[in-house]
């Protein structure tokens, strides 16, 4: 899932990246469907989409203001204003002015150029975007500036652009309004001559603010859940309550009998109930009786799953190298230091819950919800009602956090609702909801890790050789990997650490562990894990050898040639005080992690209250190469942290039996007002296009918490979360 | 049942059911959407609405409860509020969710308390759930509302 990754050819060659992946999914699908391959496949039976004369991303309306198309969903990532300020800044628009919309379901012209499909994931959105909507900005640009020149018989390289208005040097000037007939028929340039950064006006200002604020403060924003349509329906299904059960047999007596519900019946994923409002859907599901066949179904409880991780581990079956490098059989002779890890399964949690509203009639199929993977979404739906993937036609709403959620490859619950929607068929729209339980027994969990390192210290206190062994279920399960590949987002983070590099000898494998419990990629994938262990356990190492944790990863950064780690820990160092007293029962932890391009130090102080962790001040220092808004910026680092900081403290899905544990947010406890920390971020100035924001704040918030609390009792951490239930 | 709602200043006649939570009257039959649904059970304060002036969860209010109660929605607080401003000042939403919510909670607090400390902060809106981390910016919204408010 490490778009940006820079790593080794040997290791690329080993470890497929996310468009390998994302490719793989949707080509598998289509294969599925028509029996041959391309992505061009998904543009059979597609609208034809029509552009005005500013192409695909920019409209100029009649009075001149600029609507920039957002490829991307908005589900609190800050995408559509950095999108819209990259437009703006090429074209020299009046930003006040700009808005953004979102773009149809279509992978041709709106594909993620990291991916190959379209989709938004991977903290990608600004960086696949920055040189194509560099490029249609000024193209836009150039095209109002050659009108203009037309218009006035004067050279074009006298002509300036600000806030909207075109002017020459003779005091002509005129608006893009003024403008807009002429500039419409000039064809733009092939290549057209982009910015100086050096010259930026807008990008980097603090003056790049989000557009949707107003709306999400009134209520007026529309989410999937907002949808009404007339003669709709609502539909809430009763899912199995164990992974891999199905329907043996149900009784709708009851259900039929409650006011306002129209329909039950069997779906692939279980018995829909179908209504004429919510309460009655819910209702009806509560009055449905199900018998479940769960002769296949996961019945293990969460100490089981444990035990077999850690058998897995110690034989290393099946397990894939992932970095081997130095004299393996004669490094690890002697004394070595041994570390194992558990992390449980996490809940994305999404603030609005699972839910889809579909309208099917025949080969006609109409989605409106929070799309985050259109192209996933349309193949799948389409191999579900056997459609053409094109025919699929997406409207992208906002959505109330996603954090990987929505970017299901099996994209069960879109599946679900058309599924639904074709068996009430006519195109009579259904919105399918998830209540908080379906949602959070539903799986799509961060999967289950276990980490075991056994690492021999040299003389002079730092790791000479380094065992490795992760054990973890695949998030790309079922989905082909070329040969020799393995899916790199069970350990990235751990592949490409710079500590990895800076060691002699590694032996670093991964073994995949089966389920039928669904996994997926939650905020920041593998290094959720990773982080955590590569982070803490310098600390240890370095307690060991009686180094300063900061002295200790500078030595290690200087030998691996990692400039950006180094930059970012001096950054986090020097703006939170680090070595500086703090009051008695207070200690600070710090952590550096690299993931999806962006390198991000934190430094975490950490206090003992009621017997739990409190994090007070929590010092963030991020290079995330050029900074197109720095508020936004924060506000990810900010949530990053929150995120991160939640899932350290408080969360775990266990199984009992083989059923979830936790069903709603009574038991599966998230950090809260009270709790929250005060973050301060601080951006690294960097000349490099931009990487991702929306993911990597996450990552070293748990390690530098554990480090704070090993600074502060001696104790170190060997599974998460750190409050247990 | 048909029972008569005072909503926003308004007498509302609905029709259902008389265990049916306010907040799916509010949604599905008077189609006022912007007191949402995370939980229903009263854990995340995404639907939190006033009645008499106090914040409720709506989620897990039944109307039949509510006879001669007056109720206040995000939709009745007018879109310009100190509140609203201060939101918007601090780009405090994220993907925004959950907001509605918080500022209901944070509007009964300042109604209450003009001056709120951090404590009282804490103590009114620590059953507002936002999983995309906005606390900090919710917080110095409030208090940047509350100046304006007692300017």
Redesign the interface.
């Known amino acids: 899932m490490n778009i940006q990754s820079k790593l080794s050819g040997d290791r690329a060659a080993l470890a497929p990246t996310r468009r390998d992946l994302v490719v793989g999914a949707v080509v598998t699908g289509s294969a599925l469907l028509v029996g041959c391959s391309p992505l061009d496949l998904l543009n059979i039976g597609a609208k034809k989409l029509d552009f005005g004369a500013f192409g695909p991303f920019i409209k100029i309306g009649a009075d001149g203001a600029v609507t920039v198309i957002s490829k991307h969903i908005e589900f609190g990532q800050g995408t559509h204003a950095g999108l819209a300020a990259i437009v703006a800044e090429e074209l020299d628009a009046d930003w006040s002015t700009v808005k953004v919309e979102q773009s149809a379901a279509n992978v041709k012209v709106y594909g993620n150029l990291l991916m190959g499909a379209q989709g938004t994931g991977g903290s990608t959105a600004i960086a696949n975007s920055w040189m194509q909507l560099r490029k249609a900005g000024a193209g836009a640009r150039a095209m109002f500036v050659n009108a203009a020149a037309a218009k006035w018989a004067v050279p074009a390289s006298e002509i300036s652009v600000k806030s909207g208005v075109v002017s020459h040097s003779s005091g002509k000037s005129a608006s893009f309004a003024d403008l807009l007939a002429d500039a419409g028929k000039i064809t733009p340039p092939a290549e057209p001559v982009l910015k100086d950064p050096k010259s930026f006006t807008l990008i980097g200002t603090q003056a790049v603010r989000r557009k949707d604020s107003q709306v999400k403060s009134d209520g007026t924003a529309v989410y999937t859940q907002d949808i009404h349509m007339p003669d709709m329906l609502t539909a809430m299904v009763a899912h199995a309550p164990l992974f891999g059960a199905k329907v043996k047999s149900f009784d709708d007596t009851e259900a039929l009998k409650i006011k306002g519900v129209v329909k039950v019946f069997k779906i692939s994923s279980g018995v829909a109930v179908v209504a004429e409002n919510t309460w009655a859907a819910k209702k009806g599901r509560d009055a449905l009786k199900v018998t479940w066949d769960d002769a296949k179904a996961e019945k293990r409880s969460t100490a089981e799953i444990v035990e077999e991780y850690k058998k897995i581990s110690a034989a290393r079956e099946g397990s894939k190298p992932f970095d081997v490098h130095g004299d393996v059989a004669a490094g690890f002779d002697g004394d070595l230091i041994k570390f194992g890890f558990d992390f449980p399964y996490l809940s994305h949690a999404t603030m609005e819950p699972m839910n889809c509203v579909a309208q099917v009639d025949g080969q006609k199929v109409k989605l409106t919800y929070g799309c985050q993977g259109p192209t996933m979404d349309q193949t799948a739906v389409a191999m579900a009602l056997g459609v053409l993937p094109g025919a699929v036609e997406i409207e992208t709403l906002f959505a109330g956090g996603s954090f990987g959620r929505r970017a299901s490859p099996s994209a069960e619950y879109v599946v679900e609702c058309a599924l639904i929607a074709k068996k009430i068929g006519g195109f009579r729209p259904v919105k399918l909801v998830w209540d908080r339980e379906d949602d959070m027994t539903g799986g799509r969990y961060r999967p289950m890790v276990r980490h075991d390192l056994a690492i021999k210290v040299g003389a002079d206190g730092y790791p000479a050789a380094w065992r490795h062994t992760v054990v973890t279920q695949s998030v790309m399960k079922g989905v082909p990997m070329p040969e020799g590949k393995f899916d790199a987002s069970a350990v990235e983070g751990a592949l490409g650490s710079p500590y990895l590099k800076a060691t002699p000898v590694v032996d670093g494998h991964v073994a995949l562990a089966d389920s039928p419990v669904p996994v997926l990629w939650w905020r920041s994938v593998g290094a959720t894990h990773t982080a955590f262990v590569m982070e803490h356990v310098i600390d240890q190492l370095a307690a060991k050898a009686k180094i300063d944790p900061v002295d200790y990863r500078r030595a290690l950064y200087k030998k691996a040639g990692a400039d950006r780690h180094l930059a970012v820990l001096e950054l986090a160092v020097a703006k939170s005080g680090w070595g500086s007293a703090l009051p008695a029962g207070t200690a600070r932890g710090i952590a550096v992690h690299e993931s999806f391009g962006s390198v991000v130090a934190e430094v975490a102080e950490v206090t003992m209250k009621d017997g739990e962790p409190r994090v007070g001040r929590v010092v963030c220092a991020v290079d995330c190469g050029i900074a197109i808004s720095p508020n936004q910026i924060a506000a990810q680092m900010e949530g990053g942290i929150v995120y991160g900081l939640s899932a350290a403290l408080y969360e775990a899905i266990t199984f009992k039996d083989g059923a979830v544990e936790q069903r709603n947010l009574d038991g599966y406890r998230v950090l809260r007002h009270n709790e929250a920390p005060t973050v301060e971020t601080h951006i690294v100035s960097s000349g490099a296009n931009p990487s991702g924001v929306g993911e990597p704040g996450t990552p070293a918030i748990a390690p530098a918490i554990a480090n704070a609390l090993l600074a502060l009792t001696g104790k170190a951490t060997s599974s998460l979360p750190f409050v247990k239930a | 049942m048909s029972i008569a709602l005072e909503i926003n200043g308004k007498t509302l006649q609905v029709e ?2 008389a265990d ?2 306010l907040l ?1 009257v509010l ?3 008077l ?1 006022m ?9 009263a ?2 304060g ?1 639907c939190t609405v006033h009645a008499d002036g106090q914040p409720i969860r709506s989620c897990s209010t039944p109307i039949e409860a509510l006879a001669g109660v007056k109720i206040t ?3 009745g ?1 007018g ?1 310009e509020h100190a ?2 401003a201060a ?2 000042k601090h ?10 919510g918080q ?1 209901m909670a944070a509007a009964a607090l300042l109604a209450k308390t003009p001056r709120p400390t951090d404590a009282d ?2 103590a009114a ?15 110095a919204a409030i208090k940047d509302a509350a100046t304006t408010l007692s300017a």
């Open positions: 259902a059911e049916t939570p799916w949604r599905d039959e189609k959407t912007g007191s949402k649904f995370g939980c229903g059970i854990q995340c995404a929605t995000i939709e607080l879109g509140l609203q939101w918007v780009d405090v939403p994220q993907c925004g969710y959950c907001q509605s500022i902060i804490d809106m620590t059953g507002n759930v936002c999983r995309c981390g906005a606390y900090q910016r919710i917080r």
